[in-house]
Nanobody, 117 residues
Framework: QVQLVESGGGLVQAGGSLRLSCAVS????????MRWYRQAPGNQRELVAE???????KYADSVKGRFTISKNNAWTTLYLQMNSLKPDDTAVYYC???????????WGQGTQVTVSS
């Protein structure tokens, strides 16, 4: 059973930084894609950043230049470095593993990020 556990969220003032982590355990397959999503109250869950086994990085336009996604070599920890945070970044952030061959998603429980103005 795959488990994803996010950490690192919290309350920060606008302009500040946070680093989210996602610990992956119990995996029994090769991971090809990992993502960070976020969901603000009343909004749909949106893709924030993606990293692939080929080294491709993708970001939502709203976070480009401010957020950086990375991982360790073993795919057991995913990170999201968030700089120059804005109140609009306030949301619950979720770690995700996507298996494209099976169209299966695995999710963590989420970590709350709150940015005050």
């Amino acid at each position: 059973q795959v488990q994803l556990v996010e950490s690192g969220g919290g309350l920060v003032q606008a302009g500040g930084s946070l680093r989210l982590s996602c610990a992956v355990s119990g995996k029994f397959f090769t991971i090809n894609v990992m993502r960070w999503y976020r969901q603000a109250p009343g909004n749909q869950r949106e893709l924030v950043a993606e990293i692939t086994d080929g080294g491709t990085l993708k970001y939502a336009d709203s976070v480009k230049g401010r957020f950086t996604i990375s991982k360790n070599n073993a795919w057991t920890t995913l990170y999201l470095q968030m700089n120059s945070l804005k109140p609009d970044d306030t949301a619950v952030y979720y770690c995700n593993i996507f298996r494209p061959a099976y169209a299966v998603n695995y999710w963590g429980q989420g970590t709350q990020v709150t940015v005050s103005s």
